[in-house]
């Protein structure tokens, strides 16, 4: 099947071009000014951006958290994924503690394997550290997990500093990369136990107990760590200026450090927790949380600069009636909102259209940065002859207002409730085959296929 997209505007890392593109089945086979040959099929794309599928590097589906699931599993989660433009997530493979690396590996197989409506990887989460998780990792490479998590916060999962030295020099050796959910977690314990002593139970606690300079002390230590190790890197979900002055004294030192941030830190302020509505406060619990309005600017500021490298979207989505058991005690909310349908509309409308940051910078934040950092380019995160034909065709001249009852994930509200796009994603293709359009999800059986992923070339 050959298909030619007529009359749009190809976007990349360094902007937009006036170009047709030219499909045969999965790939992308030619790229220029008025193409021409025998096509079955000719797409109209006149006015339209076309992006390259974005990636969402930063997903948790079917996910045991807080002594429940997270409301989206695989099939629903990466069915709105798709519906937002999202061609490809990398979950997180999630052993317990005392579970190894390859029990995960094939849980979480499991879970998404002829589940998933886009393409998929996984990052391996390693909460503990020993002879025989060492001893695994050289496999986990060959079964295309490039890429591992650790939590600095968490009980079931954190780790302490010596493993975080000790796995990370072994990544420094296998060529791996690894993330970091970095939040100060004994401070943040004993701030917890003052507001429950002084019977302060509500939402508005939560930001409270974690604050941004623990956030900041967490990134510290890391990239102290890294240096030790001599080991780049991920700082996942950061979410405010002084975290960021630690990274650039990283950087300064000559170290690699990539940054992750998120929408909901792009554009939400930590009003939404002190609302007396519990039910209204809960839905925006996350960690770490939804910082004060000024933290939005310095954010974007840092997107601009190429200081941020991508934007995820922690997509950890849970319904109200799941965020109803922490009623009465804010520790008991399960942690986590849903973003993974709605990234690329929101970026493109308040970060593009509003003009904080450049369509290049948008390419690189959600498709061509994550493909690079994650071991999937060029295959993914390009428009290019010999890449996946995983396609947006973006209207900037569309509009919507953003509503939980339009949206397809499992969850019963949205963070952006009432938030207006500056333009819409008009059709999503995945490897050559349209699957949404007009909002409609075509597809009814998954199409995603596991991406066993290389090392990072970012
Ligand atoms: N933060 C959340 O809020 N939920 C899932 C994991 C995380 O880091
Ligand atoms: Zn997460």
Redesign the pocket.
Known sequence: MRTLFKGGSVVSGSGAKRADLAVENEKITELGRNLKGDFDRVVDVSGCLLFPGFIDAHT?FDLD?CNTTTADDFYTGSRAALRGGTTTVIDFACPNKGESLHYGLDLWHKKADGRTFCDYGFHMTIDDWNESIRAELPDMFAKGISSFKMYMTYPAMMVGDQCLYWALKELKSLGGICGV?CENAGVIDGMIAERKNAGELSPASHPLTRPPYLEAEAVSRLLRIAQAADCPVVIV?LTNQEALKEVEHARARGQKVFVETCPQYLLLDDSVYFNEDYSQAARYV??PPIREKGQQALLWKALRRGDIQTIST?H?SFTLAQKEMGRGDFTRIP??LPGVETRGELIYSYGVAAKRISLGRMCRALSENPARLYGLFPRKGRLHPGSDADIVVYDPGASHVIRADDCVANVDYNPYEGFVTAGGIRQVWLRGRLSVEDGKVLDETPQGRYMARGKCSL
């Open positions: 948790h958290v959910h979900h996350c960690a922690d950890c942690g986590g």
